[in-house]
């Protein structure tokens, strides 16, 4: 697979994209242009070393050196450039055998850009060698790229040179080890009893005291001393354990510095001591107000690894579901932010109708917020008898409620007055920032990756792409709550043609197995005691599907080595970047614009700190 | 009746009507929120869960009273208290019926605006002395939005003034015998109902809390019975507003069939129930937005009522 010439490359990475599921691909409009037939252009000798993914995105292996030249390449240098860093991860790679073929490494960086000029993705990674080993900075192509550097440093311990201020983000900066790294243990009976005595007490509150200095803010003006104010972990406007440090002028913000980490559980460590079944509750809990999205996230990945397609029924009861909770968590954001901008009332009206929501889901899942509903090659049961009347009730019920809405919120001239013209960001700097979903479109970039790139049958459904132009606060909350009218269109669709057959894949590989094999003979009951028991064992590989979630685009990045578990298990989640971004857009606006600007970005701590 | 137990017993009328209602508001504001927030609000404790006062109150008194160390001591607990005595004072100028209100000064009016300044003391003395961020930022904003909404505070009752040729609460009702000057004078009546709202600290002008913002602005730092009485000194405002509402602009005691007081009282908490519908009803503004506003558009809009009302009596010859 070696070759120093750019065809054989291209070839190789044709190749890789065949591996597809179903013959549609997350790449399946893709350009034909192949980055890698231009990198070859651009550096002659380069020899890039393909990788085979079961997601049908292009990876290539890159030496160290060699890395940051051609990700500037990429970024800048192509015709249609990949502007956006859609992900920067590690793995350790210390646990497991070397495939032939591939380079020798102890972690790999992965870097996981996106064009949407192209509709592509392309995946480089980096074999670094050595037990704490380092590699340049590319904060300056990508300045995402800060916090995705900083999380790489603090879960693995691996350096980047040239990064303007590394240091721990997700844990606390008291703690020692690496968590992602194979050897630091993986569950409290594998550490000693927790004690914190009145010292340890004393030194953790030191560690928590915010020194402007190291985020390079100065203390004193010209003619003013700042103030600086904790906003968080506790605040009623920040919506869960966010602290950001604001340096201010009176009541104007100069910058900003978020902290986060607050709600940070390990969700990506637990992911590889689950097993790929018993992982899927986990998952409703990171974005917690997106419910079986995040089951949808995770499973496709888990589908493409294991090459499972869906019976149409169990596809459009999956689709129904994941648009009712976005309606779901899009009413939680739009009562919340109401409440930040100072209106009392809304989200009241707004939990109940999501109440609403919940009656159907329960009724259908047995669960409400987190009910884990989605399985390997489908759902875990068939809807019940007289699902039909609810959705139905439901579909009526909201849009003359949404209407209602618009007057008491969005017409509203002091929530205008809130938010018109706050806290906008361009597109160039939406895409940089790695901003996605609503966020995204609200800078008029009609892009969506239901339609884009349609996944779990989102082609087989008619809806628009609501979008906004100014970026600010306002845009944001136009487009949302557009797009719950666009869902209500989709679950109508769902309601009206809900095909019959079986909800779940027969494949031998779906969890839990099929329980009618069962009791056949001994051969098929061992065969479900140990899927049952084991879970199944998805063959080796990697995959990714980015999916529109409710928050922006979430994706799991998952590599298994043919075990029950996966060997390393990335989350995407859309907050993340979202609240990097944050300071860019408050700077130089008020304390209230801060809440304002909180409330119309719509994260989900969990999702940020996972 | 001698005239010092009818003036004691008006005293202790009073005091324990305003005081009694005030806690009866904190019932009544979380019932009527709820009626308009889809949901239902305080109902088990007592009958429509009247008793609930009862309960909080026990509840407050008993709470911990907190002073943090890091406060400014004698004036914070001071502060709490500068805001009960200055809106009770208020009180004693307002005629509530014939017969019925603790005194008649002839500057009643200019007492009233005088108390009202002193609450903002409270408020700026609170934020000051807890010696926290949030609370300073909240005891900034006070001072800020008192001193520009006490400016056409004063000015948009001077047109009622011409009009009724006097500072005197009970004669300025008396003047309006023919009719009410919320007529005469609508645009001096909403810059004052304005204006009354951000002295209560009430939303849409409740920047001083702002508790999506600043947690609970000036008196996030109390509890107990000290951020009790922040409280009551609220719903007191607001009952104060209200009744000087239906002195100045509605003819206070005034009106067929049912006896004087019952009109006031009707009156008074016909303004009262608004002032929650504000607070259900409305997002809140910025606070340079609302200086802008109180600077831009309320000033003027006063200067101006003020003006062509002093031209109209002027034309027309003197008052009455």
Redesign the interface.
Known sequence: MRSNRAVEIEQAAMEGTTTTVGGKTAQAAADSASPARELGGAFPGLSLLPQESSDGIPTYWVPKEKARPILRFLRTGLERPFRMLYDLTAIDERARARQPGEPARDFTVVYHLLSYDRNQDIRLKVPLEGEYPALPSVTDIWPSANWYEREVWDMFGIGFEGHPHLCRILMPRTWSGHPLRKEHPARATEMGPFELPEEKQEAEQAALQFQPEEWGLARRGEETDF?F??VGPQ???THGVLRIVLQLDG?VILDAVPEIGFHHRGAEKMGERQTWHTYIPYTDRIDYLGGVMNNLAYLLPVEKLAGIELPPRATVIRVMLCELFRIASHLVWYGTF????????PV??MF?DREKIFGIVEAICGGRMHPSWFRIGGVAQDLPRGWDKLVRDFVDYLPERLDEYDK?VMK?R??K??TVGIGAMSLDQAVEWGVTGPNLRACGFEWDFRKKRPYAGYEQFEFDIPTATSGDCYARAVVRVEEMRQSLRIVRQCLENMPPGPYKSDHPLTTPPLKERTMRDIETLITHFLGVSWGPVIPAGEAMVAIEATKGSNGYYLLSDGNIHPYRLRIRAPSFPHMQMLPEIARGL????L?AILGSIDFVLADVDR | MSETARSLLNSAGLLAATLGLASGLIWLERRLLALWQDRYGPNRVGPFGLLQVLADMIKIFFKEDWIPPFADRPVFVMAPAVIIISVLMSFAVVPAAPGIGVVDLNVGLLFFLAMSSMGAYSVVLAGWASNNKYSLLGGLRSAAQMLSYEVFMGLSLMGVVVLAGSFNLREIVLAQRRIWFVVPQFLGFVVFLIAGLAETHRLPFDLPEADSELIAGFHSEYSGMKFGMFFVGEYLGVILISALISVLFLGGWMGPLLPPLAWFLVKTLFFICLFILFRAALPRPRFDQLMGFGWKAMLPLSLLNLMATAAVVLWIGGPR
């Open positions: 103030m104010l904790n605040h009623p406007g009541e109401a409440q930040d901008v100072g209106a009392l009332s009241f009206y109940t008491i509203n002091i929530f007055a809130r008020m304390v209230p614009d809440l």
